[in-house]
């Protein structure tokens, strides 16, 4: 394990229906951020927080719905999602929004499909 | 924005051999460069970083340089081993330092 959690590692999920990915970092970082990774395709950033707050969203289609509770969780909630929103879906945390620190820290990553 | 290129896409080296691969980028305010490797069904892991104010760093057999003027950066990896083969990303922190922008990935793959 890395320090960051992502859970389910797989979902399948119909357009109709709605459904959460959860992500947890113990690294005791304040910067979370949630990408889409699409086969030969390069990591696309979704959503930035910092502190708790969101500061980026990156054009993404208001289906995918971001929440951070505290600095330590984040989600993401899923509805009525299309079939190419199928992808790996994964949580990165870092020490700080601005600073580089030891760079972002991944978890594995959600596995999701969209049928 | 910031926009990295990286290559090759696939690479095959016989173990024992140096892998080298490749990244442009465009924003010549940025200023922080990390390296991920990402092994089957996990998430991207950082192996090696560098700063814009070093042209290169090594770290055992895994060396990063950086070219400013030129605005491009690669990896080396020698003496590779079966272990080594993975999908490695290059990245690059924006001038804004506010987030890193990928590049496609470069499948490896190490022959024993």
């Known amino acids: 394990e890395t320090g960051v959690t992502q859970t389910p590692r797989h979902l399948v999920m119909g357009m109709t229906n709605k459904k959460s990915l959860k992500c947890e970092q113990h690294?005791?970082?304040?910067?979370m951020y949630w990408y889409k990774q699409s086969a030969k395709k390069p990591l696309e950033l979704m959503f930035v927080?910092?502190?708790?707050?969101?500061?980026e969203n990156n054009s993404v289609p208001s289906r995918f719905s971001p929440e951070c509770p505290n600095s330590s969780h984040l989600f993401l909630h899923l509805h009525t999602l299309q079939p190419e929103d199928s992808a790996l879906y994964l949580c990165a945390s870092s020490q700080a929004l601005r600073g580089t620190g030891d760079g972002y820290t991944f978890g594995s990553g959600t596995r999701l499909t969209v049928v | 924005g910031e926009n990295v290129e990286q290559h090759p896409s696939t690479l095959s080296v016989q173990e024992g051999d140096s892998a080298v691969i490749k990244c442009t980028y465009s924003d010549s305010a940025s200023n922080y460069f990390p390296w991920y490797k990402q092994e089957l069904g996990k998430g991207p892991q950082l192996i090696i970083d560098i700063r814009s104010n070093v042209g290169e760093k090594k770290d055992q057999r895994i060396a990063v340089t950086l070219n400013k003027t030129a605005k491009h950066f690669s990896l080396h990896i020698t003496e590779t081993q079966p272990e080594d083969s993975a999908v490695y990303f290059c990245a690059a922190l924006d001038g804004s330092a506010r987030q890193l922008t990928f590049g496609s990935g470069t499948q490896l793959t190490v022959l024993p």
């Open positions: 690294l005791g970082h304040n910067a």
């Open positions: 927080y910092s502190l708790e707050e969101r500061v």
